[in-house]
């Protein structure tokens, strides 16, 4: 799995995916995630990356120059036309099914992080395949939600987690809530952990989970049993 994210804040996302989890399979090679500077790819000495909209109006547009020459830069790279998302408001929102068609349809992507008010329309119609956005919200960059994409696809590949049986039961996974977790000690504070949980029948205790999940998922999220 390779995703290369084109970005002005290359610093911010390795803050995140240069860590913990996503940051030891990058080390390890079961993912890779690359960063590209569109300042890289401006041909003024300025490195101007936006300009006024035309038509008027507040805030600025990023050129679609610099994009589309880190865009093709990464093609380039890898010899051939590479799925492309635009991470923007405008975008049906990202959900975990999304996230393993991803996986499972693309090798290699490429994420866009916008700015400002947005990219040049033109660069979107010659580029982007799809547009993905994390909530119905505006942020002030792409950068989170790139950040927000990639581990959710990166966590899929094998090896990344410890076991894939670590990814089974989360929540969404099976379009249901997680069940809720319990460790040491065993009574905290007046609350007790589930007497199931120590009584080491394993079926009662998968009973108990499954139950706990359907539970969860009509009082918090009635909407994912819909059907």
Same mark, same amino acid.
């Given at each position: ?39 890289? %790819? ?51 929102? %990202? ?14 992507? #490429? ?26 919200? #505006? ?20 090896? #990344? ?67």
């Amino acid at each position: 799995m390779i995703i290369d994210i084109l970005t002005l804040f290359p610093a911010s996302i390795e803050a995140s995916l240069g860590v913990s989890i996503i940051g030891r399979a990058r080390e390890r090679g079961f993912v890779t995630i690359n960063c590209h500077q569109i300042r890289d %790819f401006t041909q003024n000495k300025q490195k101007q990356v936006d300009d006024y909209p035309y038509g008027g109006g507040m805030g600025m547009v990023m050129m679609a120059q610099p994009l589309y020459d880190c865009w093709a830069y990464v093609c380039g790279q890898a010899g051939r036309r590479l799925h492309t998302v635009y991470l923007s408001p405008q975008g049906p929102v %990202f959900t975990q099914g999304k996230a393993k068609s991803l996986y499972a349809e693309h090798e290699r992507f #490429v994420l866009i992080c916008g700015h400002y008010e947005g990219v040049d329309e033109r660069f979107v119609e010659e580029c982007v395949d799809e547009e993905l956005s994390i909530g119905d919200y #505006v942020i002030t960059g792409g950068e989170p939600a790139a950040i927000v994409v990639a581990d959710a696809v990166c966590r899929i590949a094998p090896g #990344v987690l410890s076991s894939p049986l670590c990814i089974a039961d989360e929540s969404h996974m099976t379009g249901l809530l997680e069940y809720p977790h319990y460790t040491r000690p065993e009574t905290w504070r007046g609350r007790t952990v589930p007497p199931v949980l120590l009584s080491g029948h394993h079926k009662n205790i998968d009973d108990w989970r499954r139950e706990q999940s359907l539970q969860r998922t009509r009082e918090k999220r009635p909407d994912m049993l819909e059907g």
